[in-house]
């Protein structure tokens, strides 16, 4: 029987592919094709960042769905396991593993909070895509840590983040920032098993804010986290990031002795309010006025302007105002 035969059998008992439009051997695919922006991606920063190529590295997709990325991996020659908590799913990414005649890539039924090193062992890239924000907040700290655990090089996450933080919640002594989202209801139309882009059971997930995930990574002993830009996502949205976290040994600095001494820092939440005067725009009677007048006019009146907020607090380095005309641009 020929393959595109097998699939269509296969869907028509499975069920028709959700998300991921896998090319199999004979050149069809499991669903009509389609870009995957995510996946490339996925798969460019990875190699340009883990130390050594890709058939030499272990891969672990968590929440893998259908498969996709574990099998592009795979297709690289990494070995590679895909964990996925619903059956049907895991059927499919079985199916177009032994479609493609793929030997080093598999998959297992579990649940993504039973993660740990003891059960699967390390990786040197950990792919969490779209799961995170599908678990309770507690679930998400451990989850957190678990991928912590399991990781020797690099991970990657793609997930939603809550822009405002309109909620609080402590975890461990911790303030965590960020939102409430809804998963399921009594009164669904589907069960939570056929719900397939959804949580497994909790009712409820929590959309962590950058600020706070940033600092859950750090805490759980990730040396550097990036916000990744290129490969770029069209119409990209605010709330939906690709942070590139590494599990790296944290550097020595020699020349130092107080820089080396400090702890990584927390990243505050909300927006900055402080940044370079210059960005302001000034207004004309400004800009004339500080043409116009002499020095010593208008060293004299910055202090009140500054004291009724007309301008920023000064940033002028001390050794800076020490030198003839030194002190602001303002």
């Known amino acids: 029987m020929s393959i595109s035969r097998r699939t269509a059998d296969f869907t028509a008992k499975h ?21 995957d922006r995510r996946l490339k991606r996925l ?3 990875a190699q340009d960042t883990i130390k050594k190529p890709l058939s030499e590295c272990r891969v672990l997709d968590i929440a893998c769905l259908e498969g996709h990325y574990a099998i592009e991996f795979a297709m690289h020659g990494a070995t590679t396991l895909g964990i996925e908590g619903r059956e ?18 598999s998959f297992v039924v579990d649940d993504v909070r039973n993660l740990n090193a003891a059960k699967y062992g390390k990786f040197d890239i950990v792919i969490c895509s779209g799961i995170l924000y599908h678990l ?73 804010t950058e600020p706070t995930l940033i600092n859950l990574l750090v805490d759980a002993g990730f040396t550097s986290v990036m916000d990744v830009f290129v490969p770029t996502m069209p119409n990209l949205m605010r709330d939906r990031k690709t942070y590139l976290a590494i599990r790296g040994q944290r550097a020595q600095i020699l020349t130092s002795d107080l820089t080396n001494a400090e702890l990584p820092l927390h990243v505050g939440e909300g927006v900055s309010k402080d940044f370079d ?54």
Request: hydrophobic content about 40%; glycine content about 8%.
């Open 277 to 330: 005067e210059s960005q302001i725009e000034k207004s004309i009677l400004h800009r004339t006025a500080k043409r116009l007048l002499p020095s010593s006019v208008k060293d004299a009146i910055r202090p009140t302007l500054r004291a009724v907020g007309i301008l920023p607090p000064d940033g002028t380095p001390e050794f800076m105002k020490q030198k003839p005309g030194g002190g602001d641009n303002a």
């Open 43 to 45: 798969v460019q920063v």
């Open 15 to 35: 069920g028709e592919w959700t998300a991921m439009a896998i090319k199999l051997s004979d050149g069809t695919y499991t669903k009509a094709p389609a870009v």
């Open 88 to 105: 049907v799913s895991v059927a499919k990414c079985n199916y177009a593993k032994d479609a493609l005649g793929l030997k080093n890539v």
């Open 136 to 208: 309770s907040a507690q679930d998400a700290v451990s989850f957190i840590n678990s991928m912590a655990d399991v990781c020797s090089g690099i991970l990657l996450i793609d997930t939603f983040v809550s822009l405002f933080g309109r909620e609080k919640i402590s975890i461990n002594n911790r303030l965590l920032h960020g939102h409430h989202y809804f998963e399921h209801g009594d009164n669904d139309k589907w069960s939570v098993q056929e719900k397939l882009w959804a949580s497994l059971d909790n009712k409820t997930s929590f959309w962590f």
